[in-house]
């Protein structure tokens, strides 16, 4: 258990509709990650923060996608205008220590009917 | 950019074999493989990496290979159990790229047999 949380664990919505997702890493002031993953394939990165600032987006980030990392902790994913598409599991993952692993989380899964 | 393939995307194999999942990468400028552990319904689970300056490294019953002139690594389970079923992703970075980001494998679906 690396000891990244994320919630909800499930959300069911319904299109249009926005959702937000939240991470809770082990430690603040490191770099996060988001990743979705498809059923049957491998996650794809959508953006990173080092401390509190979103350095790289993911072309896979289209406009309806919003990420922040307030004061360098916590993080939230926005979903706005939720697609029968967004339906994915959203990871996010941590690096701890100076070895640049990085920790997953639980991930959230999104169904989008 | 970067691109992973792995293979098989399936695997079976009989409780005590050895199972073998082999991946390839693009980007010659990749240095950071990590292979990862996934059971149903949650996250992935980092088991074992290697980094480009290593030919192998070994871990009880896990061991990885990287060749970095072909530019494919594998992965092997030795002894394999049946708590060893899973999916396996391989995975691949690059420290030039400041994000460190992984670019994962379309993983590998391992059935350990009892």
Not at chain 1, 31 to 46: A, D, H, M, S, V
Not at chain 1, 65 to 82: C, D, M, N, V
Not at chain 2, 61 to 76: E, G, Q, Y
Not at chain 2, 84 to 101: E, I, T
Request: charged residues 25%; hydrophobic residues 30%.
């Amino acid at each position: 258990d690396t000891g990244v949380s994320q919630n909800p664990r499930h959300k069911i919505t319904k299109r249009g509709q926005n959702v937000t997702f939240r991470c809770d890493p082990i430690s603040e002031h490191n770099r996060l990650y988001w990743y979705r993953q498809t059923l049957g394939q491998g996650p794809e990165f959508l953006t990173y923060f080092q401390n509190e600032a979103q350095l790289e987006k993911s072309r896979l980030l289209s406009d309806r996608f919003s990420a922040e990392r307030p004061k360098g902790s916590f993080s939230t994913l926005e979903i706005q205008r939720t697609e029968q598409g967004d339906s994915a599991m959203y990871l996010c993952a941590e690096v701890a220590g100076g070895n640049n692993e990085q920790f997953f989380g639980p991930g959230t899964r999104l169904t989008v009917l | 950019g970067e691109n992973v393939e792995q293979h098989p995307s399936t695997l079976s194999v009989q409780e005590g074999d050895s199972a073998v999942i082999k991946c390839t990468y693009s980007d010659s400028a990749s240095n950071y493989f990590p292979w990862y552990k996934q059971e149903l319904g949650k996250g992935p689970q980092l088991i074992i990496d290697i980094r480009s300056n290593v030919g192998e490294k070994k871990d009880q019953r896990i061991a990885v290979t990287l060749n970095k002139t072909a530019k494919h690594f594998s992965l092997h389970i030795t002894e394999t159990q049946p708590e060893d079923s899973a999916v396996y992703f391989c995975a691949a970075s690059r420290s030039m790229d400041s994000s460190y980001k992984l670019i994962f494998g379309s993983g590998t679906r391992l059935l350990v047999r009892p």
